[in-house]
């Protein structure tokens, strides 16, 4: 009995931003370095020393645990089946039924790609109208646009949209020896119309 898990990307994955290795697979305990595309064989064993706490682990007073391959690849399956990872046991199946496994697990990939392309578009909607989100992709969703064959969005200029022009106030200043002689010609005006006979 042989049990192998298959992945259709690789685990770790190298973070170009951070300079270092990130997205591990374990479960169980056990870590496992998975390649895109091929089956990773599981030992039938694995031993290794739990510890309850830090005070256990600084007196290095441990609990010995083994789980088989089996539970390993099951495990890994239950936690990352929606990223398209399968296990089976490939001493028994047969190729057709190899082939058949490694297409559901490109086919559930591909639509667990498609979550991050519109996870990221939605941030990028939510960016362009002024809220919190960002305008570029990092390197994984960059990979998932290239796999659909798709680009990602880019910022576009938004031309700005004329402004109505504010009122424009005119400040005059009037000579005051003018200002006199207008009143005093209003008045003149004013006092003549009352003055006037009325014709009948």
């Known amino acids: 009995m042989s049990w192998a898990i298959w992945s259709p990307e690789d685990y770790p ?3 170009e931003e951070n ?15 998975l390649k895109a595309g091929e089956w990773t064989r599981l030992e039938d064993f694995y031993k290794h020393t739990r510890y309850e706490s830090w005070v256990d682990a600084a007196g290095g007073e441990g609990r010995e645990s083994v ?13 990352f089946r929606l990223r398209g990872i399968r296990a089976a046991d490939i001493d ?3 190729e057709a039924e190899k082939a ?15 979550l991050f392309i ?3 578009e939605e941030q990028f909607r939510v960016k362009t109208n002024g809220g919190p989100g960002r305008f570029t992709p990092n390197t994984y969703e960059l990979e998932c ?3 659909h064959n798709m680009t990602p969005p880019e910022v576009v200029q938004r031309l700005q949209q004329p402004q109505a022009q504010a009122p424009v106030v005119i400040e005059q200043k009037i000579d005051p020896e003018m200002l006199q002689q207008l009143v005093a010609q209003e008045m003149a005006r004013q006092m003549e119309a009352q003055t006037k006979p009325k014709s009948k």
């Open 13 to 15: 994955k190298w973070d």
């Open 19 to 33: 300079n270092c290795m990130t997205d591990y697979r374990q479960a169980l305990g056990v870590q496992v370095i």
């Open 67 to 79: 789980v088989s391959g089996r539970q390993v690849a099951e495990r890994m399956v239950g936690d």
């Open 92 to 94: 028994r199946i047969s």
């Open 100 to 114: 058949a496994i490694e297409a559901d697990g490109r086919e559930q990939n591909m639509k667990f790609r498609k």
């Open 118 to 120: 519109n996870r990221f």
């Open 145 to 147: 646009y290239r796999l």
